[in-house]
T-cell receptor
């Protein structure tokens, strides 16, 4: 079945640093989406990408839909303590497939 | 704003009990989903529904059933709870037009003892 490889699994950074995480797959997807899950809450949609090569920003967050349609990355610039949480990628085609998440810890 | 609510945030049940987890969305979404989330395993799809009274098995349906009698409500049923069903359960919904953009509830942390 379709699988996503999300990396890194976890990150420990200092406040103010930039963060980069990515998802790759052997399968082609029609859409890539990124979610954030705060501790004890459900995931919340951050960015949705619908076109290969698309680069989209949402505040300090930037995500790209890879040209091959098999990957996507998410960057967070100038991290702050409230960026803490788990970030999930999701690929969409006939099915919706989630990555296993990147757990981000930000030290003040 | 879309709101997805789940009946309980925390639930403790005994092995063998029948457990009902309720999910309600207020945006007239056609599609509803139940996931479980476990450390290191991510989100795994249990069941989903594209219409009232319609259900489809996800990746891990064993030990679960669902009910969708009304468009806004999607219930997950554990017929006989077991300890390996201790998990975080997440409900989600999407509209037919933006079917990839899921809205999640806050989750129910179920402990089966």
């Amino acid at each position: 079945g379709q699988q996503l490889n999300q990396s890194p699994q976890s990150m420990f950074i200092q406040e103010g640093e930039d963060v980069s995480m990515n998802c790759t797959s052997s399968s082609i997807f029609n859409t890539w989406l990124w979610y954030k899950q705060d501790p004890g809450e459900g995931p919340v949609l951050l960015i949705a990408l619908y076109k290969a090569g698309e680069l989209t920003s949402n505040g300090r967050l930037t995500a790209q839909f890879g040209i091959t349609r098999k990957d996507s990355f998410l960057n967070i610039s100038a991290s702050i303590p409230s960026d803490v949480g788990i970030y999930f990628c999701k690929g969409g085609s006939e099915k919706l497939v989630f990555g296993k998440g990147t757990k981000l810890t930000v030290n003040p | 704003d879309v709101k997805v609510t789940q009946s309980s945030r925390y639930l403790v049940k005994r092995t063998g009990e029948k457990v009902f987890l309720e999910c309600v969305q207020d945006m007239d979404h056609e599609n509803m989903f139940w996931y479980r989330q476990d450390p290191g395993l991510g989100l795994r799809l249990i069941y989903f529904s594209y219409d009232v009274k319609m259900k489809e098995k996800g990746d891990i349906p064993e030990g679960y059933s669902v009910s969708r009698e009304k468009k806004e409500r999607f219930s997950l049923i554990l017929e006989s709870a077991s300890t390996n069903q201790t998990s975080m359960y997440l409900c989600a919904s999407t509209s037919g037009l933006d079917a990839y953009e899921q809205y999640f509830g806050p989750g129910t942390r179920l402990t089966v003892t």
